[in-house]
C-alpha cells in the first residue's frame, strides 16, 4: 500500500515523554524535523528577510526544553531530507534562505553541541544509510523524535499559483513517513515533533508505536531531491579559492569570511553582474556584516520597510551562494578547527538589517563611530583582495563616542497597576513585590451587564454560618447503619484474604490508648502484709512447678499427635510426596507447638529428602536430581536456625546427612534428649551420596542453593515488631517514627516496607482517642485493600460515641465517617478537597499527626502528580513517604527536606536497595504446534524456576547490557548463581589489560556457608569491575555480554507442545500461526500454550501484564472461550460423560418422586417432636438418600478445563461470590471465568468484581489474572510468576519493575519467575537495562489553588490550620520538583493570580471569595477550563441561551453541549488528520472536527483571553523590572552571546530601529515583533528568557483558530449527538479502553456543574465537603449496583443533610425528626429528569435565601441551572446505555 494510506491507519498516544515513557532513556531527534518545525514557526521571518539568528534561538530554544527536562539525546541530519525541512507553503525562490539557514544551524551545532552539553550530532546520507543502521545499534535509541510532514491545520498552499508547491510538499511528506517507517519496521518507535507541548517539567507528545505497523509499504525509499536548480557554483580556480579562504580566516571572523566568500563566488561565476545596483548591494552587504557585529542585539529590530523585489532577490542568491561556500571543501579544512567562541554562523546574515542596508545605503548619511567606519573599511579591502575589484565608499565619522547613547527603552509599555488587595496572610508574602495600586474608587467595575445586576445580591455576600448540625429521621438513620454495616461486611470478607508477613491469616489486635489509660496508685503495704510475702513465694513455686508438668505433659500430647500424623503419611510410597505432606502439616502447627513439634517434623523432612536422595544414587541418577540436594541443604539451614527444640538425635542425623553429600557442616545447638519418632534412613559419606559435578560445596551453593540462603541483614528481635526479626534498616525507620520525624523510605518491592505503615497507624491510635493518620494511596484498589488490612489488624473500643478505627473515604464510596476515624485511607485528591474545606480548618485538619505517602513516586505522573506535589508542599504533619521505584532518590530527598523544613519539621531518608526474594528472567517462544489435552492439577514441585522447561528461555541480567553508552543500572541484580555464571565467564574472557583479580574468586572471598549479605556485597565488586570493563572499548566487556545475550537472540520456538489433560485422547497437534503481526492476535492465540506450560511447571499462579485495558478482556475471553469449546468437545466424545448425564436424568427424576412421596406420607413435624430428636438424629435423617448427583451440576467446569484450585474453596463458598457479581450485572462470561481460574483486574472493572478477583487470587482459587499496571502499584496479590504479555509504549523501567515486584513476594516464594512474552530480544534488553527515571514536578500554584487556598482561609475566619498551609506552601525556596530555585517567580505569579480572581470579581479586596468562587474552586480539576465557563457565566452567556430552555429546550442543550465540549475534556486532533478529514467524516456517524463556537461565546472568551493576556504581561514586566538584571543576548542552548555593544543612537542618522522591547525576546524580535500579542499563546510564546511563563499556568482556554495549530475532536459533542461507542473509537480516534473513564469525567463535570448553581442559591457552608459525593454518571452507576438492596438511600438523604452528619458524627448529635428541606443538591444522575425533584424546584425557586422576592435576572440564573440539569440527563441517559 501506499506510505500515505498505511500512515492513515497508524494510532497513536499522547504520553509524557520524561515522566511516563523514555525518562533519562537516550533517544534520536532528528534535526531535519527539527527545522521543518523552527521554520513553520510563524513568528519566523524569513519572506522579506533572512532572521538566522531568530532561526538558530528557536532551535536551541527547542533543545534547551528537552534538555531542562532531563532528556538524554541526539541529533541527526540526512542529507536527503534537505529539502523536507522547507515549509509546504514556500515559495520556490525562498528555498535557497531555508537551504542555507540549515546548513549554518547544523555547522553551528557541530561545534556546539558536543562542546557545551556533550550531545553527538551526526549527519548522514539518508535514513536507509548502513551507516545510521550501524549508529542506531551502537547507541540503541529508545525512540525517535520526528515530524510527519503533516500541514499545519492553518496552513495554505496556493497550489492555484503554483503547482510545483503542492508537488514539493508531497514529496517531502513522503519521505518523512517512510523514515517514521522504517524506524518502526526496526522496532523503534516514533514520537510526534509536530503535536509536541512542553508543560512544566514535562513533554507531552503523540507516540505512534511500532508494534502497531500491520503492513508494508509497495514503494521503495524516494530520496528527496531540491526543487530548486543550483544556479552558483564554486569558481573554476578552487585552489585560488581555498587560498582567499585561509587568507581570509586568519583576520575575519567565520561569518565575515563566509558572506565575503559568497560575494566574491557571486561576482567571479557571473551570478551577479557588476552593475551600480549591484555594487550598492555589495556595499551593503558587507556593511551590514559590521552593523551586526556592533550593535547591541535589542538594538537590531528595524522597522519594516519596503523594500525593491531584485533586493529580495540579491538576497536569496546570497544564500545560496554562502550555502555553496559552507558545503565546499575548503570551508570544511579551513573552518572546521574553530572555537565556539569564534564560531558565529548562527547570526551571519540578519535579513531585515540587510535589506534596509541595501535602501539605505544611496539615500541616508554615510556617517557612523570610528570603530564601525574602520571595521566596515577593513571588511571592504578584504573583499576587494579576494574579488581583484576596486569598490569605494565615502563614509564620516558621527563623532560619536563609542556605544552612543541609548534609547529609552520600552517606552510603548504602560506602567503596570493592580487593584487593592489587602490580606495580612498573603501580604507577608508578597512584601518584597511592589506594584502600583489603583485607588479604589478607579477600581474596575463589573463589565457585564447581566453580572452588574446580579452583584446586588451576590456581590459581596460572605458564605452564611453554619446552622444546626443536620439531623435525619429514624427510618433514614437505620437505612444508613444498613448502608455501613453492609459495607463493614463487606470489608470483612475482603480482609479475610489479607495475610501477615509470615503468610498467616490476620488476628486483630487489641488497642488501648495511653490517653484515657489512668494508672492505679499501688496502696503502702502493711507490715503483716511484708510478712506474708514468702509464704506466696512458696506458693508461686509450687504453682510454677504444676505448670512445667503441664507443660511436659502438653508436649508428650503434642509429640503423640505429630506420631499419629506421620502413621497417616508414612502410608505413601514416594518419597518426595512424604515430605510435601510433612511440610503442609508443619504449615498447619499452631504457634505454642512449634518450638516442640518443629524440630522433628523438618527432621522428618530432611530423612525423606535423603532417602529420595539415597535412591537416586542407586539408580545413578543424581546428576540428574540435584533439585533433591538443594532441598536437604535448604532443610538442613532451616534446622541449624531454630533456636530451640532441636534434641541430640536431630542433631546427629543434620550432621550425617551433611558428611555423606559432603556438604559444610552446620553449627546446631541441642536443648533436649527426645528421641525420634521415626527411624531415620542410613547414610554413610561414599562417593556415590556425595553431590556429583561440584567443584566445590560453595559453587554448589551459589549454583543451585541461592534462594536458600540467610537473607537476615542485620536482624534482632524487637519489641515493637511481632511475627518476624526486622533488619537494622527496619528497625531504623522504627526509631525514626518514634522520633516523630518525617521519613522518605526507598527499599524494593518484597523488601517488607509494609509494616512501617502500620506501625505509624498503631502509634497513634495508642496515643489517644483524637489524632488521626491519614494513609494516601494512588488507586481505589489500593485504598481498598491498605483498609481492609487496617480493619483486620487493630480493633479498639472507643469512650464516646461517633468514633471508629478505620474509615475510607473515595469519590465512588465512603466507609465510616472520615473525620471520626483515627486512620482515614484515602486517594490524593479527596485528602486536599478535606484539607482545603473551610469546616475542616479549626477541627479535623489540626487532629491529623501524621500523613502516609505510598507509591510517592507518583508525583511524577502528568495527570494527578500535581495534586500530590500540592499535598507534600502543605502537609500539616510529619509524613512517611514509601516508594520502590525512584530514579533520583536524594534530589527528592532533598525537595522533600525543604518542604517539611519550611513547616518546622526534620526528615530523614532510609534506603535499602537490595530485594528479599531474587528475581529469575526468562522469555517464551511459543510451539510451532499445540495440542491442548486439558489440564492436570500439578503436584507440587522442589525444583524453582522455568530453566530447562521447552519454550522458555533464561536471561542472564548482564545479557541486557547490549550498549556500552546506556550504562548499568543500579539496580541492576544479580542472584548468586547469575554472580557465579558472570565470574567464571569474565575470567574465561579476561586479557592481560583487563583482568579478574584473585581476589574476586568467590573461593577467597567468601565464607564456607554464605549469607545472602556477604554475596551481595561480592556481587557489586564484580559490577564496578564490569563496569571499568564497560567504559573502555578495548576492554573484553562485548564478548561477555555476547556470551549471555547470543543464546536469547537466536532462542527459537520448540517444535510441539501438549497439554495433558482428560482432553488428550481427542485432542490433536494444530499449528501456531505466528505469520501475523497485529500483536493482540499473536497473543491471543499463544497465551493457553504459555498457561499450560507454568501450569505443568507449577508456577502457577500467575500474574498476566498488558497495557491496554479492551486486550486483556480480549485475551482472557479468548482463553475462555478456548478451554470451554475443549470442554464441549470433549462432552461430546467422552462416553464416560455421557454416561453420567443419562445416570443423572434418571437420578432426577426418581429424587423427584421420593420428594413427592415424601412430602404426601411424611407426618408433620411439630416443634416438641424435634426437640426430641438429637443432633445426630437429625443430621441422619437428612442425609438419608443422598447420592453423588445431589451437588451434581453439568454446567460446572470439570476438572482438566479450568484452572481454578477448587480444593482450596467449597463450591457454595464460590457461589455466594456469583451471587454477588451477578446481582451487579457483571457479563456472565467474567463470572465463569473466574469459576475456571481467570480473572481480569484494571481499573475499568466494577469495584466489587475487582475485589473478588484480588481475594480469590489470595486464596489461592483463582490462578490467572491478566491485568493492567493499576495492579502493579502495591496491591497485595503475591504470585510465582509475572508474565509481561506483549509490548506497549507504556512497559516502561518504572512499570516494569512495580508489576515484576508482584513475583516472589516476601513470606511466599523463594524466587520469583519474569517471563516476556511477545517482545522482541532487542525490547526485552532494553527493560532489563533501563534506569529508573528522575522524579520531576509540575508548577503546583496554579490559580485554582489560589483561590481555593483564599476560600479556606475565609471561610475558616483566619484558622491556623488556613495559615500555615499558605506559609508552607510559599515559604518553601524550591516550590516545584525539578524547578529551579523559583521562589520570586513564584510570589510573583500569586500576586498577579490574585489579581486575576480581583479582576474577574471572584475575590473581594480583603481576599474574600465572592460569586460564582465556589463554583470555580469544586471544578479545580478542570483547571483552566473552569476560568473559561465562569468567564461566559460572568459574561452572561448562559444566560442568554438559556432564556428559551423552557420553549425550545432541544435547541438550547445542543448549543450548551457544544459550547462545554469547547471548554472540558479537549482533546485536539493529530496533525495529520486534516489529510483524511473527508474520509473519516464520510466513514462514520461523528462529525469528528468540532464546529466552532456561537459568535457571542467567541466575543466573550477573546475579551476574556485579551484582558488575561494584558494582565500576564504585566506580571512579566514587573518580574523583569525587579527581578532580571542580565540582557537577553544569550543563544539558549550553547550560551553564545549574539550582538555588540553600541545602542541604536550610534546608527540613528542610517537605520529606523524600533524601541528595544522588554518583554519579546530580542532574538524574536529580529523578525519585527514588538511588545505586543494577538494572544496569550503568542505571549508565552515570544517571552524573553529569565522568566518563567507557560501557557498552561495561565487560567484561560485557546479558542481555535485564534489559539492552537490543530482542531478540537468533537468525541464528547459527538456522542451527545449519536450516543454510538463504536463511532468514537473508529471516528474520533478516542481508546476503546479509554472511552468509558472520558464520558465519565464528562459526566462529572456536569454534576458539579449542576451541584455547584445549586449551593450558589443556597450558599452552604458546607459546599466543599458536599462536593466530595459528586461523581460522574458511571461511577454513580456502580455504587447504585453495588448497593442494589438500598437503592432507595440515595434517594432519602440528600447531600445537604447526609454529607453533613457523616462529618458531624464525632459531636454525638442525637437522632432527631426534622422537616425535610426544599433545597437539595443533586445527587441521582435521575434528578434532571424528574419534574418533582427538588433540584427542579430549587431552579424554579425565585425567593432569595431571606423569602424575598428577587428579580427577573434571578430567574434567567434559575433558567441556566434548569439547561444544565437537562443536559446531564440527556447526556446521562446515552451515557448509562454502554452498560444497561
Known amino acids: 500500500m501506499s506510505i500515505q494510506a498505511w500512515y492513515s491507519k497508524l494510532f497513536s498516544l499522547k504520553v509524557d515523554l520524561v515522566g511516563d515513557y523514555a525518562g533519562s532513556e537516550f533517544f534520536l531527534l532528528n534535526g531535519d524535523s527539527l527545522l521543518l518545525h523552527v521554520f513553520e514557526n510563524e513568528y519566523l521571518n524569513f519572506d522579506d528577510g533572512l532572521q538566522l539568528l531568530h532561526a538558530s534561538f528557536l532551535a536551541e530554544r527547542f533543545l534547551h526544553s528537552l534538555k531542562t527536562r532531563n532528556c538524554n539525546f541526539g541529533v541527526v541530519f540526512f542529507d536527503s531530507l534537505a529539502n523536507a525541512c522547507i515549509p509546504a507553503y514556500t515559495e520556490l525562490s525562498a528555498h535557497s534562505k531555508y537551504l542555507f539557514a540549515r546548513e549554518a544551524i547544523i555547522q553551528h551545532f557541530e561545534h556546539a553541541l558536543s562542546t557545551t552539553h556533550n550531545i553527538p550530532l551526526r549527519r548522514f546520507t539518508s535514513p536507509w544509510d548502513p551507516e545510521f543502521s550501524e549508529y542506531l545499534s551502537l547507541t540503541g535509541a529508545y525512540f525517535w523524535m520526528a515530524h510527519d510532514g503533516a500541514l499545519n491545520a492553518k496552513a495554505v498552499i496556493d497550489t492555484d499559483a503554483n503547482p510545483k508547491l503542492q508537488e514539493h510538499h508531497v514529496e517531502s511528506q513522503t519521505i518523512l513517513r517512510k523514515t517514521i517507517h522504517h524506524l518502526l519496521c526496526v522496532g523503534i518507535n516514533t514520537a510526534l515533533l509536530n503535536d509536541l507541548e512542553f508543560r512544566d517539567t514535562k513533554i507531552m507528545a503523540r507516540v505512534v508505536e511500532a508494534n502497531k505497523r500491520s503492513d508494508e509499504i509497495d514503494d521503495e525509499p524516494r530520496h528527496n531531491s531540491s526543487n530548486l536548480m543550483t544556479t552558483i557554483e564554486l569558481p573554476d580556480d578552487l585552489e585560488e579559492f581555498n587560498e582567499a579562504l585561509i587568507e581570509l580566516s586568519k583576520k575575519l571572523s567565520p561569518r565575515e569570511v563566509l558572506i565575503i566568500m559568497a560575494l566574491v563566488c557571486m561576482v567571479k561565476t557571473g551570478a551577479l553582474k557588476k552593475t551600480p545596483d549591484n555594487v550598492t548591494r555589495i556595499k551593503a552587504t558587507i556593511l551590514h556584516l559590521t552593523l551586526v557585529k556592533h550593535l547591541k542585539l535589542e538594538d537590531r529590530a528595524v522597522r519594516q520597510a519596503k523594500h525593491d523585489l531584485e533586493d529580495n532577490k540579491f538576497l536569496s542568491l546570497l544564500a545560496e551562494a554562502a550555502l555553496d561556500v559552507l558545503k565546499s571543501d575548503g570551508w570544511t579544512t579551513t573552518m572546521g578547527v574553530s572555537t565556539l567562541e569564534e564560531f558565529d554562523l548562527a547570526d551571519c546574515i540578519d535579513g531585515r538589517v540587510l535589506l534596509a542596508t541595501i535602501t539605505n545605503f544611496t539615500v541616508s548619511k554615510l556617517a557612523f563611530d570610528d570603530s564601525i567606519k574602520e ?209 503442609e502439616a508443619l504449615s498447619q502447627l499452631k504457634n505454642d507447638r512449634r518450638s516442640v513439634v518443629e524440630p522433628e517434623i523438618y527432621c522428618y523432612m530432611l530423612h525423606c529428602a535423603a532417602t529420595a536422595w539415597k535412591l537416586a544414587a542407586l539408580k545413578s541418577a543424581r546428576a540428574e536430581s540435584p533439585d533433591i540436594a538443594v532441598l536437604i541443604w535448604s532443610i538442613s539451614l532451616k534446622l541449624a536456625a531454630l533456636a530451640e527444640g532441636v534434641s541430640t538425635a536431630i542433631a546427629k542425623c543434620l550432621q550425617i546427612t551433611l558428611e555423606a553429600l559432603h556438604l559444610p557442616k552446620l553449627p546446631l545447638s541441642t536443648t533436649s534428649d527426645r528421641k ?85 497507624m498503631k502509634q497513634i491510635l495508642q496515643e489517644d482517642d483524637n489524632g488521626v493518620i491519614v494513609y494516601v494511596a494512588p488507586t481505589k484498589a489500593l485504598v481498598n485493600q491498605i483498609a481492609a488490612e487496617v480493619a483486620a489488624r487493630f480493633s479498639k473500643t472507643f469512650k464516646h460515641g461517633g468514633k471508629s478505627v478505620w474509615g475510607i473515604h473515595t469519590r465512588d464510596y465512603r466507609i465510616n465517617n472520615p473525620t471520626g476515624c483515627q486512620v482515614l485511607v484515602t486517594v490524593p485528591a479527596v485528602l486536599q478537597i478535606l484539607l482545603m474545606a473551610p469546616s475542616n480548618a479549626k477541627k479535623w485538619s489540626t487532629r491529623i499527626k501524621r500523613i502516609i505517602f505510598d507509591e510517592v513516586h507518583c508525583i511524577g505522573q502528568a ?70 489435552g486439558g489440564f492436570t492439577f500439578p503436584k507440587p514441585s522442589i525444583r524453582l524456576g522455568l530453566d530447562d522447561v521447552p519454550g522458555f528461555k533464561f536471561i542472564h541480567p548482564v545479557a541486557s547490557l547490549q550498549n556500552r553508552s546506556r550504562g548499568m543500572p543500579a539496580d541492576l541484580d544479580l542472584e548468586p548463581r547469575d554472580a557465579l555464571l558472570l565470574w567464571e565467564v569474565m575470567t574465561k574472557h579476561q586479557t592481560k589489560d583487563f583482568p579478574v583479580d584473585d581476589t574476586l574468586n568467590p573461593q577467597k572471598n567468601l565464607p564456607e556457608v554464605p549469607r545472602k549479605v556477604e554475596v551481595v556485597a561480592w556481587t557489586s565488586k564484580l559490577k564496578d569491575l564490569l563496569l571499568t570493563w564497560m567504559a573502555k572499548p578495548s576492554s573484553p566487556f562485548e564478548k561477555v555480554v555476547h556470551e549471555f545475550g547470543d543464546g536469547v537472540r537466536s532462542f527459537e520456538s520448540p517444535t510441539s507442545q501438549e497439554s495433558i489433560g482428560p482432553f488428550e485422547k481427542y ?90 412421596s415424601s412430602a404426601k406420607q411424611k407426618p408433620k413435624k411439630d416443634a416438641s417432636t424435634d426437640e426430641k430428636m438429637s443432633k445426630e438424629d437429625r443430621r441422619r435423617e437428612d442425609s438419608q438418600d443422598t447420592s453423588a448427583f445431589a451437588s451434581f451440576d453439568p454446567n460446572d467446569p470439570i476438572d482438566g478445563f479450568h484452572m481454578a484450585n477448587t480444593k482450596l474453596m467449597p463450591k457454595s463458598e464460590f457461589l455466594e461470590y456469583r451471587n454477588d457479581l451477578e446481582r451487579r450485572d457483571i457479563a456472565e462470561w467474567l463470572i465463569e471465568a473466574l469459576q475456571r481460574g481467570i480473572g481480569i483486574h484494571h481499573a475499568g472493572m466494577n469495584r466489587k468484581y475487582r475485589q473478588i478477583c484480588e481475594s480469590l487470587f489470595r486464596k489461592g482459587y483463582l490462578r490467572v489474572v491478566i491485568a493492567t499496571g493499576t495492579l502493579a502499584l502495591g496491591i497485595n496479590m503475591p504470585c510465582k510468576t509475572v508474565v509481561f504479555s506483549g509490548d506497549s509504549i507504556f512497559l516502561t523501567a518504572l512499570n516494569y519493575r512495580q508489576a515484576a515486584g508482584r513475583a516472589g513476594r516476601r513470606g511466599f516464594d523463594l524466587l520469583g519467575n519474569v517471563v516476556f512474552h511477545g517482545l522482541s530480544s532487542n525490547r ?118 438559556c432564556e428559551k430552555v423552557t420553549e425550545n429546550p432541544d435547541e438550547v442543550i445542543d448549543q450548551l453541549m457544544l459550547v462545554l465540549s469547547h471548554i472540558f475534556g479537549r482533546q485536539n486532533l493529530p496533525p495529520a488528520f486534516s489529510e483524511r478529514r473527508a474520509e473519516a467524516i464520510k466513514q462514520s456517524s461523528s462529525i469528528v472536527v468540532l464546529p466552532n463556537l456561537p459568535e457571542d461565546a467567541i466575543a466573550i472568551m477573546r475579551s476574556h483571553s485579551r484582558n488575561t493576556r494584558d494582565l500576564f504581561a504585566g506580571y512579566v514586566s514587573t518580574f523583569i523590572d525587579q527581578q532580571v538584571k542580565e540582557p537577553d543576548v544569550y543563544l539558549p542552548f550553547t550560551g553564545q552571546k ?7 543612537s550610534s546608527v540613528k542618522s542610517f537605520l529606523a530601529t524600533r524601541e528595544p ?89 456536569l454534576a458539579t456543574i449542576v451541584t455547584g448553581l445549586t449551593n450558589f442559591f443556597k450558599l452552604s457552608s458546607d459546599a466543599d465537603i458536599e462536593m466530595l459525593e459528586v461523581k460522574g454518571r458511571g461511577a454513580a452507576h456502580e455504587e447504585e449496583v453495588n448497593f442494589q438492596e438500598l437503592e432507595d438511600l440515595s434517594q432519602a438523604v440528600a447531600l445537604g443533610t447526609a454529607g453533613p452528619l457523616a462529618f458531624k458524627a464525632e459531636e454525638n448529635v442525637p437522632i432527631q425528626p426534622v422537616k425535610a428541606k426544599k433545597e437539595k443538591v443533586m445527587d441521582s444522575w435521575d434528578d434532571g429528569d424528574d419534574d418533582s425533584s427538588e433540584d427542579e424546584a430549587a431552579a424554579e425557586d425565585t425567593s432569595d435565601a431571606d423569602g424575598s422576592v428577587v428579580d427577573d435576572d434571578t430567574t434567567r440564573l434559575h433558567k441556566v441551572l434548569k439547561a444544565f440539569q437537562l443536559l446531564r440527563g440527556d447526556f446521562d441517559t446515552k451515557f448509562k446505555k454502554m452498560w444497561a
Open 863 to 932: 495527570d494527578d502528580g500535581v495534586v500530590w506535589e500540592q499535598l507534600l508542599l502543605m502537609a500539616p504533619c510529619p509524613i512517611i513517604a514509601l516508594s520502590a521505584t525512584v530514579g533520583n532518590p536524594l534530589a527528592f530527598c532533598d525537595w522533600l527536606r525543604n518542604t517539611q523544613q519550611a513547616n518546622g519539621m526534620e526528615l530523614e531518608m532510609v534506603q535499602h536497595k537490595a530485594r528479599y526474594s531474587d528475581l529469575r528472567k526468562f522469555c517464551y517462544q511459543p510451539p510451532k504446534k499445540f495440542k491442548f
Open 1067 to 1156: 485432542s490433536e497437534y494444530l499449528p501456531m500461526d505466528f505469520s501475523t503481526t497485529e500483536q493482540l492476535t499473536y497473543l491471543k492465540e499463544t497465551t493457553l500454550p504459555l498457561i499450560a506450560s507454568l501450569n505443568q511447571q507449577d508456577a502457577l499462579p500467575a500474574l498476566f501484564f498488558n497495557y491496554d485495558r479492551s486486550a486483556c478482556e480480549s485475551i482472557a475471553k479468548h482463553i475462555f472461550t478456548q478451554v470451554k469449546e475443549a470442554e464441549n468437545k470433549w462432552k461430546e466424545s467422552d462416553p464416560t460423560w455421557k454416561k453420567k448425564i443419562i445416570a443423572w436424568e434418571a437420578w432426577k427424576k426418581v429424587d423427584a418422586k421420593k420428594a413427592a
Open 1557 to 1645: 522591547t522588554k518583554i519579546t525576546s530580542p532574538f524574536i524580535a529580529l523578525s519585527g515583533h514588538d511588545d505586543s500579542w494577538e494572544s496569550i499563546s503568542d505571549l508565552c510564546q515570544t517571552v524573553r528568557s529569565g522568566v518563567w511563563l507557560e501557557e498552561s499556568a495561565i487560567p484561560h482556554v485557546g479558542i481555535y483558530p485564534d489559539e492552537g495549530d490543530a482542531p478540537l475532536n468533537a468525541y464528547l459533542y459527538d456522542f451527545f449527538r449519536h450516543g454510538n461507542v463504536k463511532a468514537l473509537e473508529e471516528g474520533n480516534g478516542i481508546r476503546k479502553g479509554e472511552v468509558w473513564f472520558a464520558l465519565d469525567d464528562f459526566s462529572r463535570v
Open 375 to 583: 571595521d566596515f573599511a577593513a571588511l571592504l579591502a578584504a573583499f576587494q583582495e579576494a574579488c581583484g575589484i576596486e569598490i569605494t565608499v565615502d563614509i564620516k565619522s558621527s563623532g560619536m563616542a563609542n556605544g552612543g547613547i541609548s534609547q529609552k527603552p520600552h517606552a510603548s509599555l504602560a506602567k503596570v497597576s493592580v487593584l487593592p488587595f489587602d490580606n495580612p496572610v498573603f501580604d507577608k508574602h508578597l512584601k518584597d513585590i511592589h506594584i502600583k495600586v489603583k485607588k479604589a474608587d478607579t477600581a474596575d467595575k463589573n463589565s457585564t451587564r447581566i453580572f452588574q445586576e446580579l452583584s446586588h445580591w451576590h456581590n459581596h455576600k460572605r458564605l452564611l454560618a453554619p446552622k444546626a448540625i443536620p439531623v435525619v429521621d429514624p427510618k433514614t438513620a437505620r437505612r444508613l447503619e444498613r448502608r455501613t454495616n453492609f459495607l463493614m461486611a463487606d470489608m470483612r470478607d475482603y480482609a479475610v484474604s489479607l495475610t501477615n508477613a509470615a503468610g498467616g491469616i490476620l488476628e486483630p489486635e487489641t488497642i488501648l490508648s495511653q490517653g484515657t489509660a489512668k494508672e492505679t496508685p499501688k496502696p503502702t503495704k502493711s507490715k503483716q502484709q511484708q510478712n506474708s510475702k514468702s509464704g506466696k513465694s512458696a506458693m508461686r513455686t509450687e504453682l510454677d512447678t504444676r505448670r512445667q508438668k503441664q507443660l511436659e505433659k502438653s508436649h508428650v500430647e503434642w509429640i503423640a499427635a505429630w506420631k499419629t500424623k506421620l502413621q497417616s503419611i508414612e502410608i505413601v510410597d514416594d518419597q518426595l510426596q512424604r515430605y510435601f505432606l510433612a511440610k
Open 676 to 760: 525420634l519418632s521415626f527411624k531415620f534412613v542410613e547414610l554413610s559419606p561414599t562417593a556415590e551420596l556425595a553431590i556429583p559435578n561440584q567443584s566445590s560445596t560453595l559453587d554448589f551453593q551459589l549454583k543451585f542453593a541461592g534462594p536458600y540462603m540467610d537473607r537476615n541483614i542485620d536482624s534482632e528481635p524487637d519489641a515493637r515488631v511481632t511475627g518476624f526479626r526486622p533488619d537494622k534498616w527496619q528497625r531504623r525507620v522504627l526509631d525514626l517514627i518514634d522520633e516523630h520525624k518525617s521519613l522518605f523510605v526507598v527499599a524494593p518491592t518484597s523488601a517488607g516496607k509494609t509494616f512501617i505503615s502500620f506501625y505509624a
Open 1538 to 1544: 549574539c550582538g555588540g555593544t553600541k545602542s541604536a
Open 1324 to 1441: 526485552i534488553f532494553r527493560i532489563l537495562s533501563s534506569r529508573l527515571p528522575d522524579l520531576s514536578g509540575h508548577f503546583p500554584i496554579t490559580t485554582s489553588l489560589v483561590l481555593r487556598m483564599t476560600s479556606l482561609l475565609a471561610g475558616s475566619d483566619q484558622s491556623t490550620f488556613a495559615i500555615k498551609a499558605i506559609d508552607s506552601i510559599f515559604a518553601s525556596p524550591r516550590i516545584y520538583l525539578g524547578g529551579p530555585e523559583a521562589k520570586h517567580t513564584v510570589l510573583h505569579h500569586l500576586r498577579f493570580s490574585l489579581e486575576y480572581l480581583r479582576q474577574n470579581d471572584l475575590l473581594s479586596e480583603k481576599g474574600t471569595p465572592l460569586n460564582f468562587a465556589g463554583l470555580v474552586c469544586h471544578l479545580y480539576y478542570t483547571e483552566n477550563a473552569a476560568f473559561a465557563f465562569h468567564a461566559l457565566l460572568r459574561g452572561g452567556f448562559f444566560h442568554e441561551l
